[in-house]
Nanobody, 120 residues
Framework: QLQASGGGVVQAGGSLRLSCAASGRTLSNYAVGWFRQAPGKERDIVTS???????YYAATVKGRFTISRDNAENTVYLQMNSLKPEDTAVYYC????????????????WGQGTQVTVSS
């Protein structure tokens, strides 16, 4: 089971760090991704990290967001800096046994989301 946490309300330009913790699974055995879904929009991938540590970032967040692993804590983090109002969404984490070459999926296991709201 995956659990995303760390969401909240922040002003534009601010930062948040999201956490994806796992129970019953060892995250180091999986690729992990972060997705987001804004109201009325489809769920989009934000970033992913392979077991090797190789990463993928959507163009909209590259240079502002950083995904990382803490295997000792069995947790994957998403550091979000320079947040913009358009980053407002529910953020989800997911795990995959095998990713396609571009790092965008498919993901097998999903957690509940955490709300991120960026005010202007």
């Amino acid at each position: 089971q995956l659990q995303a946490s760390g969401g909240g309300v922040v002003q534009a330009g601010g930062s948040l760090r999201l956490s994806c913790a796992a129970s019953g699974r060892t995250l180091s055995n999986y690729a992990v991704g972060w997705f987001r879904q804004a109201p009325g929009k489809e769920r989009d991938i934000v970033t992913s990290i392979r077991r090797t540590g190789n990463t993928y970032y959507a163009a909209t967040v590259k240079g502002r967001f950083t995904i990382s692993r803490d295997n000792a804590e069995n947790t994957v983090y998403l550091q979000m800096n320079s947040l913009k109002p358009e980053d407002t969404a529910v953020y989800y984490c997911a795990a995959a046994t095998i990713l396609t070459r571009d790092g965008t999926g498919p993901f097998d296991y999903w957690g509940q989301g955490t709300q991120v709201t960026v005010s202007s």
